[in-house]
């Protein structure tokens, strides 16, 4: 045997071949699609047998076995019979090589769904705002005022703002100061460090949110409003030629990639929560269609794979707010941390500690039940003076074509503690909620619920409620809905209503309902109609008008422009007559002027449209102000961290203006400010009858020229000469064979794009 292992090493190498094979230049076509590339060069071997280059099988995709068969000045080859599955066709005459490839035999894909989103966010330029609300009241012959201001300044360094509520009655005076918060974002991290008053985050099921003052840094997705949150999908299929493939969820397209021929997928498929079905599309240039579909249930107790969400904060917790400054008491810490480690699991663990040794710590999880439902499980523990405490609890929300369900049920024993618990309360001892909602024909919807909290206190009694609603579309959008909710616990009150909403325009809404209540002490019916029309996003008016069947009334009117929102209230109930009258607007400070603006909460933009006043500007097509007589107007109510459309009107421009762009985009920073200057120039135009010092006409055909500009204007019969691209002072060099005068004259614009100036007279210059 040993003799022949030379000869068996041998032929286990590529052929190195003595007799090259025959050189074919041929056209190329794959599956039926013509390929785009140019000729190529194969061989030929006497037994017909072709043989592709290494590079000319990569050109089309396919896969390379695992050695050459033969080698060939240097260059590999292999024989189309070493491709499993390969068929082909060879013309002689045209020398066109038809190709039929399996889709496993090329090299697989893979894409991502979704692209990589960088925040745009404009640096904010220091602002200054103050939001008020104004109110006063006149009832029972007293009169009551009050006011709510909102301090803030706004820049590169973050948010800050301080809330005050001062009232002023027959019964004294007072002033509250609400919360003092600095803010600074961090979009790159998706994070957020709070300074001075806050709201701690409580663990997920278990926990209690508190007030604070103190420091908070904490995850923040709204300063990248692109990012998905959910565990995403994946799909996977082949393509025998290049095709398209299009990914629906719930019908709606939310990806369109072009793959090669061969195996690919796709991965990052955005999903949303609740039940959905995705459907893939694999069209071919022939329009021939693959459909897969699968079912996918999304739930917002689970977050993608990888993804952190997470709060950290220290301080003291605050008491009495809103009917105390700076009450402040216990110190304490608190921390949370949730991940999605898997599709099929996202964990959660989070602690708290207080002053004096008391200090909780639970985790919790959500797992997805099939592919309809998700199960989430909280454990908790905690050390307090009166000892060692625990909870349990879990949950379940499954959601199945029409049908909806969820279920949570959570006990503690007597010792358990957690963040916010005076020294009296403790936690109750069972909570448990239940509903059920279905889907029915007509757009028609049933609610059932169970909600069961039960105390350790003696004189508190347990709480049991059932309630079930159903709600309807009639004709012409009119909704209809029946409502009942029944206590099972002590009196075992009853209420029961029904409503019907009538809708009056985009705008406007009635309605009527009826509502019975029925106790140990009797039973009573309340029917109410009211008519209502909101305010729009703009200048306008709304109303609100609401009869009850006992004779009270309310009514109000507000008015909203640009500059503030006004409200006019009145209230009659057994014969007393109430009203009250309000304010609430804003005034800022940016980019070196002081403005007046509705309330604003969110971020905004200064629009800038230099010299022109009274110019539209919209906001997502909407109008959202008028410029000033500078060309400034405030745009309130922008999206942070998202684009939003600003567009000028360019019916409001005069004809000689020149316009740039009529449409920019505004990515503000939370809270803050972005300037917004639309590139609008006029190109002033004018018209005179030109004389030289002797008082005769300048010749026509002689040549004008504005300082500073090679633009050449002619002079026409009688002196006539038009100039374009004039300023507020212009000197004008004319030039008439060899001669040559000077014309000088200022000019004001107008609403007439081009005025006349009369009779102008050039003087003589030395040549």
């Not at 400054?325 to 663990?349: K, L």
């Not at 309807?472 to 002590?490: D, E, H, K, M, V």
Request: net charge negative; with cysteine.
């Amino acid at each position: 045997m040993l003799l022949f292992a030379p000869l068996l090493a041998q032929t286990a190498q590529p052929e190195v071949s003595n007799d090259p094979p025959e050189e074919l230049i041929v056209q190329i076509s794959v599956n039926g699609i013509q390929q785009r590339d140019d000729a190529q060069v194969i061989l030929r071997e006497k037994n017909n047998t072709l043989l592709f280059s290494a590079e000319g099988l990569r050109s089309i995709r396919v896969r390379l076995p695992s050695k050459p068969d033969l080698v060939l000045d240097g260059v590999d080859y292999y024989r189309l019979t070493s491709v499993q599955g390969f068929t082909w066709t060879l013309d002689e005459a045209t020398l066109a090589l038809a190709l039929n490839i399996p889709a496993e035999a090329f090299d697989a894909s893979a894409y991502s769904s979704q692209e990589v989103q960088k925040n745009t966010a404009t640096i904010p330029t220091w602002s200054g705002l103050l939001n008020y609300d104004l109110l006063g009241q006149h009832s029972g012959g007293q009169t009551q005022e009050a006011g709510s201001f909102e301090l803030g300044v706004s820049g590169p360094l973050g948010v800050g703002n301080t809330g005050v509520l001062m009232r002023r009655s027959q019964e004294g005076n007072s002033t509250l100061r609400l919360e003092s918060t600095w803010t600074y974002d961090r979009p790159a991290h998706i994070a957020t460090l709070t300074l001075g008053d806050s709201i701690s985050r409580s663990g997920s099921g278990w926990g209690q949110s508190v007030r604070f003052g103190g420091i908070q840094y904490a995850t923040n997705f709204a300063t990248q409003p692109g990012m998905v949150l959910l565990p995403q999908q994946s799909i996977s299929g082949s393509a025998v030629v290049p095709s398209t493939v299009d990914v629906f969820i719930n019908n709606s397209l939310v990806s369109r990639q072009p793959v090669p021929a061969g195996p690919f997928s796709i991965k990052d498929i955005p999903i949303m929560a609740g039940p959905g079905q995705m459907q893939v599309i694999v069209r071919d240039p022939l329009g021939r269609e693959q459909i897969m579909t699968t079912s996918f249930f999304g739930s917002s107790y689970l977050i993608r794979t990888g993804l952190n969400d997470y709060s950290f904060e220290a301080g003291a917790m605050r008491n009495n707010f809103g009917t105390q400054s700076n009450d402040y008491g216990d110190h304490f810490a608190s921390g949370t941390w949730r991940r999605g480690f898997t599709p099929w699991f996202t964990g959660e663990v989070h602690g708290e500690f207080a002053q004096g040794g008391n200090h909780a710590i639970g985790v919790g999880a959500a797992l997805p039940i099939a592919k309809y439902g998700v199960m989430n499980i909280t454990a908790a523990t905690s050390s307090s003076e009166r000892g060692r405490g625990a909870l349990v609890g879990i949950g379940f929300v499954q959601q199945a074509g029409s049908t909806g369900i969820s279920v949570n049920v959570q006990g503690t024993n007597a010792a358990f503690w957690r963040l916010g618990q005076t020294a009296t309360q403790s936690a109750p001892k069972l909570v448990a909620n239940a509903s059920l909602g279905i889907s029915l024909p007509y757009s028609a919807s049933l609610g059932l619920g169970y909600f069961r909290q039960d105390y350790r206190e003696v004189n508190q009694p347990a709480i049991r409620l059932a309630t079930a609603g159903l709600t309807f579309q009639l004709p012409r959008s009119i909704f209809a809905g029946l409502n009942a909710t029944q206590s099972l616990s002590g009196d075992k009150d009853l209420s029961a209503g029904l409503f019907i909403s009538i809708p009056m325009g985009p705008q406007g809404n009635t309605s009527i309902s009826a509502q019975r209540t029925q106790t140990a002490y009797g039973s009573t019916v309340t029917g109410t109609a009211s008519m209502q029309r909101s305010l729009p996003i703009g200048q306008g008016l709304g109303y609100q008008v609401q009869v009850q069947q006992d004779g009270n009334l309310q009514a109000s009117g507000t008015y909203q422009n640009n500059i503030g929102t006004y409200t006019a209230q009145l209230n009659a109930q057994q014969g007393e007559v109430a009203s009250q009258l309000s304010a609430q607007g804003s005034i800022l400070t940016t980019g070196g002027g002081f403005f007046a603006s509705r309330t604003n909460n969110d971020s905004f933009a200064l629009v800038h449209v230099p010299g022109f006043a009274k110019v539209r500007v919209y906001n997502s097509n909407q109008l959202a102000g008028m410029t000033d007589a500078k060309g400034y107007a405030i745009v309130p109510r922008l999206m942070a961290y998202q684009p939003n459309k600003l567009r000028i009107e360019e019916q409001d421009l005069p004809l000689d203006a020149q316009v740039a762009q009529l449409e920019q985009v505004a990515v503000p920073w939370y809270r803050s400010g972005v300037k917004i200057q639309f590139p609008v120039t006029r190109h002033l135009s004018t018209e005179m009858h030109v004389i030289d010092d002797q008082g005769q006409p300048i010749l026509a055909g002689a040549t004008a020229r504005i300082e500073g500009s090679a633009e050449e204007f002619v002079v026409a019969d009688n002196g006539r000469l038009y100039l374009s691209g004039i300023t507020e002072h212009n000197r004008v060099f004319i030039q008439a064979d060899e001669r040559r005068c000077l014309l000088e004259f200022s000019f004001k614009p107008s609403a007439d794009p081009l005025q006349d100036l009369g009779t102008l007279i050039c003087k003589g210059v030395n040549p």
